[in-house]
């Protein structure tokens, strides 16, 4: 157990489907990350917020919607995805974006786009 | 922007050899420096981190590394590896204004 948890563990879904992935943090933290996870790529930073403000936006596509209605909680709501956003989907989060400051990552939803 | 580079993809051992798995990180200023550990099916889990200091860290499980600021490396250590150790290994970095970036990571296979 490691403070984030993400739900759900596993999701299929198809091209034309909206579902969305959930992150909640009990680790008191104020910084909430969206990573994707791929085979063979390094993790790709997706999301960044901070009290609740997005600060990085990685070039992501739009079919990928972020939303952090409070600094405990964070959302992935996806929508028309593309069979090659099959990845694991990680959701971390810090005590502030600054230095000297660790992350911690929830288990991940595995995601499989049909 | 930052980049961060893991020598080997795949490093095939047998239980009591000694490991060294490479990351070199590309920023010049202060950073903050770790190694994550993903085992099979499992979370990243903190192994060891550098923020300041002592630039030979000691982490969980026996592993150490030791930041090189010249050479900018942070090479992750363990003088006797079990096959418990079988996962994939991340090296990450965080400068100031910059967000955590990891590497590509490295496969460690531990035969028994």
């Known amino acids: 157990e490691t403070g984030v948890t993400q739900t759900p563990r596993h999701l299929v879904m198809g091209m034309t489907n909206k579902k969305s992935l959930k992150c909640e943090q009990h680790l008191g933290h104020n910084a909430m990350y969206w990573y994707k996870q791929s085979a063979k790529k390094p993790l790709e930073l997706m999301f960044v917020?901070?009290?609740?403000?997005?600060?990085e936006n990685n070039s992501v596509p739009s079919r990928f919607s972020p939303e952090c209605p409070n600094s405990s909680h964070l959302f992935l709501h996806l929508h028309t995805l593309q069979p090659e956003d099959s990845a694991l989907y990680l959701c971390?989060?810090?005590?502030?974006?600054?230095?000297?400051?660790?992350?911690?990552f929830g288990q991940g939803t595995r995601l499989t786009v049909v | 922007a930052q980049s961060v580079s893991q020598h080997n993809h795949h490093v095939i051992l047998s239980e009591a050899a000694s490991l060294e798995l490479g990351c070199n990180y590309s920023y010049g200023g202060t950073v903050n420096l770790f190694w994550y550990v993903q085992y099979p099916g499992q979370h990243l889990q903190l192994l060891l981190k550098y923020f300041s200091g002592d630039p030979l860290v000691k982490g969980i499980k026996g592993f150490e590394a030791e930041f090189i600021k010249s050479k900018f490396s942070f090479n992750l250590r363990k003088p006797s590896v079990q096959w418990s150790d079988t996962a994939e290994y991340f090296c990450a970095a965080h400068n100031y204004g910059q967000n955590f970036v990891f590497g590509p990571g490295t496969r460690l296979s531990v035969l028994p």
């Open positions: 917020y901070s009290l609740e403000e997005r600060v």
């Open positions: 971390a989060s810090s005590q502030g974006t600054a230095l000297n400051t660790e992350a911690f």
